[in-house]
Each structure stands twice: as C-alpha cells, then as structure tokens.
C-alpha cells in the first residue's frame, strides 16, 4: 500500500499516522478490543453527577432518567430504592441501596445503547434550559419515536451572568449549547426545543437588546427549527442545568462568545462604502496602499464616525448622528420616504431630507434620490412636462388681418337659461374676440357659429383649434374643405400653441368671477 502511494507521488500527513493502535475514537465512540465504548468528554456531565442531597434533587434526576427509560431494562426495578424516598411520610435518607441503584442508573444512561453515534442523514435536536446559576444542553436525535442522546452539557454562569434576565438566559443556554455541539450542527438541520415561549418572538424582533441581537446573529449561520415544549417534558436538560459544580473554576464557566466572533475585518465582495473605517474602528487597521494625503483625508474623516456594536453611526455637520447604511437597505429606506402615504411622492431633495431625518446616511442620498424620482411613474405621470419632452411646434404663419382665427370652447359651468358652455373665437392681428353662449359644445353647433362668423368677417385662410371631438372630426373637416379653409391644430400636451385664446378665456372667466359671484343664475 505504501509502495503505491509513493508511486502516485501521494505524501503521508505521519502526524495522523497511527500504526498498530489498541483503541480509536469514531464518531465520539472508543473502538478497541473491549469492543464499543462511549468518548468520556460526551459523558462527562452524568458520570460525575454527585448524588441527589434532598427531595427536589431526587425528583430531578428521576424525570432525567425516566425520560430514557425505554432503553434501559428493568428501569422500575433499578430505580425503586430511589423512588421510595418520594413516598409520603419517609424520612430522607440516602443510603447505600440509593447509592447503588443511583450509579447503577448512571452507568445505563451513559453506555453505548443509548448514547448512539450522530446519523448525518437526520436532523439534529436539541434540547437546553437554563436556571439560576448554569446552564444544560442535551444534542440527540430521533429515529422513529425514540430519542437519542449524543452529547450531555453542562456549566455554570459567572456572579455577572447570573443577573441576566430569564430571556437572556434561556437564550444563553441556547448559544452554549450551539457552541459546544458546533462540529455536529453546522450545515445540518437543527430542531430546536424550549420551554420559554418568548425566545420564537425574540428571533423576529428588531429592536431587542444588543445583547440578545448579538447572539441572535450569532445563530444565523445554523439552520434552525424552533418547536414549543412544556417544561414537564424537557426534563433532561432542566436536571442538567440544576447541576451545582462545587469545583467551579474559569473553565467550568459559560462563554457567550463563539469563536471567531470578534470582528476582525470587513472583507466582502459587496463591500459596504464605510468598510474602512469601521475596520479601524474595531480592529485598529489601517487601508493598505494608501498616499500621505488620502491617509490624512482618512483620518480627518474618521472624527465623524464611531463604532456601536453592530452598526457605523456618523456625526453629522448639524449635530444629527446617523446610522451608516449600504445596500439593498438603501433601496427599501427610499422606497418608504417617497412611495409609502407619508412619503408623498416629493421631489428628489425632500425625498432625501426625509431619509436624513429619519436618521439614516449614505453618501450617494441625492444621487439616488434623484434616479428613483426618475424612474418613479406616478411622478412622471401628473408631473409637468420639461422642456427636453415637449412636442415639437407646428409652423403656423399669420398674414393679415382677420385670415387666421384661433376658436376653442370654456366649460362647464352651472346652468344658467339651458346654457353650459362659452365658445370662443380670436384673431390672431386685430386680437378682435367673438363669444357666444351655447347649451352644449358639439360639432353641430360649432358649424353654426362659424358660418356667422364668416359671413361677417369673410372667408379666413386658417383655422386653429385643439384637437377636442367637437373640431376634429369628420363633419368639421368637410366644411372646411367646402369654405377652402385650411384647419390646423394645435400641439398635443402644449397650450401655449392656442396662447391667444387661452388668454381670452382667462380674461372672460375673471370677469364672470367678478360679475356672477355666488348666483349662476344671473
């Protein structure tokens, strides 16, 4: 075998060499001569459980060791010496019939039948609680109805840690235990099992306590599965977190810091634009390749900035701190300030004034703004036109005077004698007006009032109007070809093309304000 490695230029790691070993650990089992045997560090925990001083202690490891009961054989049996101390009226006394079926109970929950190997093909469960002064966890899993235990937890919390709320502690628990049982849990599927309802809601929420959104981001790396469980059933993992350690030491205590979870350096593909100096503010490191001036620019800038785990917040020149955003948020802050009712579809500069109130900062605010107003179709569709998107002018040429009129139609408004409407000619030289009240504003009667017009004024050589029905249409265009006047129209989405008559309309609609007041009827 070895001659073939050698053949293959395959080179031997010799510190993973082991020849002609007695015993090997696989999967946390000892595989010897002896046959198969439990790692001790996985039960370490239960086989130096000190034996139970009092009622409530009895109790708590009845309901641990019942709830693998149905893999140990003659548990009843096993357990009755223990089990009679329950009974009413019996004094406590621990001897050593207790003592032998309390080790002997110990031995069963920690031999290789019922602490089995991890199936990587099975989701993992866990199952932790916390209670005054540790914390317990059990990593297992579930092959059909029964469940299997792995890994036994167990330690204390610091005097400091010992105040934490009971949120904050159950859901330490669950970051020692995802700490410990990590080698099995990563890029696996994990059920997560609690008796502290609030923690499901704490995975939601937003504006918790940095503390607990720091170990919530912790956790996002896992696949996790979260499932309610009564207190009565999580026995296992409240009898270990009820476990006093005498010989408590640094070692012994809770760390809620995984590893690696210093912030180090941000080193992303999609960096964010304050990548720099938050790496300078966590880990004091300055940018590589960096000139004399951009080092002095740098530092300059950095004054208006500070760091408060998990977010860049930047002193603005008015006094205002601001949380630094990039990315996608950026995106979904803008669409709120301008989309949402109290946005209200602003302009570009109060659209990003919003933001900044809002308490929000990136450097590319307006620019964006901008681009979003851009691109926003309900602003550019009651919005006015620019001159950029104008239509073209059409070419309208005046000769003399009384051969170019320009007509158009005011209305409605409150009937007064049947009539609704105002038609209304000029001439574009002399500015001479013609008006007439008429009951509605069809072609018909447009007609009417053209023949008296020109029969008055004479023949004119054009006609301009707005494209309404009442001037385009079939009937109009065949009257003017019979009176050889040539019908223009005006540009769409332009008024300014019918300026002489717009401005007569404006003046008569003044006058009838000034005249009729509150009685349409005169």
């Known amino acids: 075998m070895l001659q073939r490695c050698k053949e293959a230029h395959l080179v031997l790691n010799w510190e993973k060499c082991h020849f002609m070993v007695k015993e090997g650990i696989v999967l946390g089992h000892k595989v010897s001569s002896a046959g198969l045997e439990v790692d001790n560090a996985k039960i370490n925990v239960i086989s130096k459980l000190p034996p139970p001083t009092n009622i409530k202690g009895v109790r708590s490891f009845l309901r641990h060791a019942s709830f693998y009961r149905h893999f140990i054989k003659d548990f009843s049996k096993i357990a009755r010496p223990i089990t009679k101390l329950l009974e009413k009226d019996t004094p406590f006394e621990f001897d050593d019939e207790c003592q032998k079926a309390f080790e002997l109970l110990k031995e069963k929950l920690t031999c290789a039948p019922v602490i089995v190997s991890p199936n990587w093909n099975l989701p993992f469960e866990i199952m932790c609680d916390a209670s005054d002064f540790a914390v317990g966890a059990v990593l297992g899993q579930k092959d059909g ?16 840690q010992q105040k934490y709320t009971i949120t904050e502690k159950e859901l330490m628990a669950v970051v020692f235990a995802f700490d410990k049982f990590r080698s099995y849990l990563i890029l696996s599927k994990t059920i997560f099992y609690t008796d502290h309802s609030p923690l499901r809601n704490l995975f939601k929420k937003q504006d918790a306590k940095p503390r607990l959104i720091r170990w919530i981001l912790l956790l996002q790396e896992f696949d996790i599965e979260i499932k309610d469980r009564k207190g009565t059933e999580n026995a296992a993992a409240d009898h270990l977190s009820r476990i006093e350690n005498d010989e408590s030491s640094d070692d012994s205590k809770v760390d809620d810091n995984f590893l690696g979870e210093t912030l180090i350096e941000i080193n992303t593909k999609d960096e964010p634009w304050f990548v720099e100096f938050a790496n300078y503010l966590v880990g004091d490191i300055i940018p590589k390749g960096m000139t004399y001036q951009k080092k002095n620019k740098f530092f300059s800038d950095l004054k208006h900035y500070f760091w408060e785990e998990p977010y860049l917040f930047k002193v603005c020149s008015n006094g205002m701190i601001r949380r630094c955003i990039f990315g996608p948020e950026t995106r979904t802050i803008l669409d709120q300030c301008h989309h949402r009712p109290t946005g209200g579809h602003y302009g570009p500069n109060i659209t990003a004034k919003k933001v900044l109130d809002s308490g929000f900062y990136w450097p590319t605010i307006i620019k964006e703004a901008y681009t979003l107003v851009r691109l926003c179709e309900a602003c550019q569709n009651i919005g006015n036109i620019s001159k950029s998107n104008e239509m073209p002018l059409n070419n309208i040429q005046v000769c003399k005077i009384f051969d170019i009129w320009g ?14 409407y105002i038609l209304v000619t000029i001439d574009y030289i002399s500015k001479w007006a013609e008006a007439q009240a008429l009951p509605t504003n069809d072609a018909r009667v447009v007609i009417t009032f053209l023949k008296k017009l020109f029969c008055h004024f004479g023949m004119p050589k054009a006609l301009i109007s707005n494209r309404g029905t009442h001037f385009w249409n079939k009937i109009m265009e065949r009257t003017m ?10 540009t769409s989405y332009h008024p300014q093309t019918s300026g002489q008559v717009e401005n007569t309309n404006r003046v008569l609609k003044r006058i009838l304000e000034k005249t009729v007041k509150d009685n349409p009827a005169i």
Do not use: C, Q
């Open 407 to 420: 007509i158009d139609f005011m209305g409605p408004f409150p009937k007064s004698y049947k009539y609704e």
């Open 481 to 490: 070809k019979r009176y050889g006047v040539n019908h223009h129209f005006s």
């Open 145 to 160: 109805k029964n469940f299997h235990p792995i890994y036994f937890a167990s330690e204390t919390l610091n005097p400091t």
